[in-house]
């Protein structure tokens, strides 16, 4: 469920903060920079994914945030023009228990 939301850019490395308002969320961001280096997640986050598209690149990371307070996502080696997004996501009451169920019943009606 989302939290909250942020976006941002500018002309050096890509960094922007989000505040989460609740414990254990999921931080999650994406940028996109005309630098011609893919660029270096920051640090608290773990890469996702990048692309090198000649003139341009982008990435995006994640970070699970145990403790609700303000984090700062971001870049290094773009020093270029860039726009970045990112979203916290809180637990959905019941948590994924539903999904899990789910599927585990879908394995045992095969199975029988």
Known sequence: MLDDHKTGTGSTDPSVDIVPTQDNDL??????????VVCTVGAGETGLQDHDFGAHVAGSSYAIQTTAATQTVDFSEA??????????????AGGATPVVKWAQHQYRQRRV
């Open 27 to 36: 931080i999650v961001s994406q940028y996109a920079s005309e630098t011609n």
């Open 79 to 92: 020093d270029d023009e860039w726009a970045m997004v990112v979203g916290s996501y809180k637990v959905a």
